[in-house]
């Protein structure tokens, strides 16, 4: 979530088990549930690596986003409450405290973090639980694909949003799915756009 391990980073079966505490039989089981998450990818007598999600998955990880989070946004303006508010306008503090300081780590956890405090205050479980794998391997597929040193998800887009959303104008909707759109396009590497031309 926060890029300290790179996609196609060699994850060590001895190593975890002893910065874990966890026996060989259950660390298995926890690689087998992140390789279910698509974060981690198994190989028959190779062990696991942390995954490299493809273009094509990056593509259909934004979109399915843009239709989760539009529908959330819509839950979230008809039924947030003012604690719901309240939580928005602290963690974008805390985004911006990050961005300050120029902790890179802690802007890409929060950065995600703030999609997932917005699907928690909508109320789905399920959109939530779904949101949930697709902002981890969003982060996956950012720290594959982003030009170097570009930013997360900005904090000024996070704000505009919120400010939106305080005023509960459906707007806000529309706001969302330009954001996402706009961190998918800031992804795109010269190569990538003419793969994603070629097929659209
Ligand atoms: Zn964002």
Redesign the pocket.
């Known amino acids: 979530m926060d890029h300290s391990l790179p996609p196609e980073t060699r994850l060590v079966e001895s190593e975890l088990c002893a910065i874990f505490g966890l026996g060989r039989t259950r660390l298995r089981q926890v690689l087998q549930r992140l390789a279910h998450e698509r974060v981690v990818t198994l190989m028959r007598n190779r062990g696991a690596t942390v995954a490299k999600p493809s273009i094509a998955e990056a593509r259909d990880v934004f979109a399915a986003r843009r239709v989760i989070e539009s529908n959330l946004v819509e839950t979230f303006i008809k039924s947030a409450t003012r604690k719901d508010m309240k939580q928005l306008h602290e963690h974008l503090a805390r985004e911006e405290d990050a961005w300050r300081n120029h902790d890179r780590r802690a802007m890409i956890k929060l950065?995600g973090e703030?999609?997932l405090l917005l699907a928690e205050a909508a109320g789905n479980s399920i959109l939530l639980q779904l949101l949930r794998d697709l902002v981890s391997r969003s982060s996956l597929i950012i720290a594959a694909y982003q030009a170097p040193g570009a930013a997360p998800?900005p904090p000024d887009?996070?704000r505009h949003l919120t400010a939106s959303l305080e005023r509960r104008e459906r707007g806000a909707i529309k706001l969302m799915v330009h954001?996402l759109q706009h961190?998918f396009d800031d992804l795109m590497l010269e190569d990538l756009k003419a793969v994603l031309g070629n097929r659209q």
């Open positions: 950065s703030f999609h998800c887009a996070h954001h961190v």
